[in-house]
């Protein structure tokens, strides 16, 4: 039993590797089994549902997308994030399964918005299993199709993860069938991995992500300044829309604004919220509106913060 245990651990690691059972083998072993049945059975009962996190342009202080996060939750309990189900996204059934379910949700809700005049694009993210799965991009084009739903409501997002599984053959095809069809293409996290210009290069990027662990740190590292103005340089030079993430303060705001960076998001705008609560927020379904940050309490501080940045206040 000890010796099955190492052999699965040592499937999961890099070939060649010789490994000794430990007890850290079979505590990981049982939490993957258990992160795998709770995904299954939050599938099987609908209980997972995107979250939507506000974008915004910070030029204008417009709202201009939103991100869809998965949580999910048990009947009468708390939202839980998808870091309790992360062995599912490494399971090619589980991850399509969770996909579809969540994609699907998206599809629905962007259908009810199209009625808004507030109605912004949707970004959300794919499993490197997601590739594995050879006509992943179809099953979303349909889905979009179905709906009527117009592909450039959607934006996919991929993390160097993607370039790296067992899926990376498919990536390429998948990326540029949804690109030719309207689907926009964030690489997420940029800047952490080891390879993100070369994909800048290979594949239809059309947004690059600043990583939180950089934005982070702008207000008190010269270095992570430096890192931030050289990505949203090279964005502006390439045609690239840059977004950061993880805004959390006054300082990061003003700093992003000053350098050009393109869009924002993070809790200082607003965390992830479910649909219900952004329609009543941000997209007021059904009326025409405005979507500046600039009004509601959530934001009060956008006025202020245009003015650190030296720029005109709205």
């Known amino acids: 039993m000890n010796a099955d245990i190492a052999l699965l651990t040592g499937k999961s690691q890099e070939a ?12 990981a072993l049982q939490r993957r089994a258990s992160s795998l049945e709770v995904a299954a059975t939050a599938i099987a009962n609908c209980w997972i549902e995107p979250h939507y996190q506000p974008k915004f342009d910070l030029a ?3 709202l201009c997308g939103l991100e869809a996060l998965l949580r999910w939750r048990q009947p009468g309990g708390q939202w839980q994030s998808p870091e309790t ?15 579809d379910t969540i994609f699907g949700k998206i599809v629905s809700d962007l259908s009810r918005w199209g009625d808004s005049s507030c109605a912004v694009p949707v970004a959300f993210n794919a499993a490197a299993a997601d590739f594995r799965v050879e006509n992943f991009a179809e099953r979303l084009l349909t889905q979009l199709a179905q ?18 599984g067992d899926g990376a053959p498919h990536v390429a095809r998948v990326l540029r069938k949804l690109s030719n069809e309207g689907v926009r293409i964030a ?13 800048l290069k290979q ?5 690059i992500k600043i990583d939180r662990s950089f934005v982070s740190s702008v207000t008190e590292s010269h270095e992570d300044r430096a890192i931030v103005r050289t990505m949203i340089d090279l964005g502006k030079s390439m045609s690239i829309e840059v977004v950061a993430e993880g805004i959390e303060d006054a300082a990061q705001l003003a700093f992003l604004q000053q350098a050009g960076c393109n869009v924002g998001q993070g809790f200082h705008f607003g965390k992830a919220v479910p649909a219900a609560e952004i329609e009543t927020r941000h997209l007021h379904v059904g009326t025409a509106c405005e979507a500046v940050f600039a009004s ?14 030296g720029q005109q206040v709205l």
């Not at 690489?187 to 994909?199: I, K, Q, R, V």
């Not at 509601?296 to 913060?305: I, K, L, S, V």
Request: charged share 20%; hydrophobic share 40%.
């Open 187 to 199: 690489l997420d996290d940029f800047g952490t991995g080891y390879a993100s210009l070369s994909h």
């Open 16 to 27: 060649g590797r010789a490994l000794v059972f430990s007890g850290d083998m079979r505590q």
């Open 147 to 164: 709906a009527g739903v117009p592909a450039s409501m959607i934006e996919l997002e991929v993390t160097e993860g993607v370039f790296l």
């Open 296 to 309: 509601g309490e959530t934001h009060q501080n956008w006025g202020r913060d245009r003015a650190l940045a």
């Open 60 to 62: 204008s202080g417009k």
């Open 203 to 207: 594949f239809p990027v059309d947004v």
């Open 85 to 99: 189900i992360t062995a599912a996204f490494d399971d090619k059934c589980l991850a399509t399964r969770i996909t």
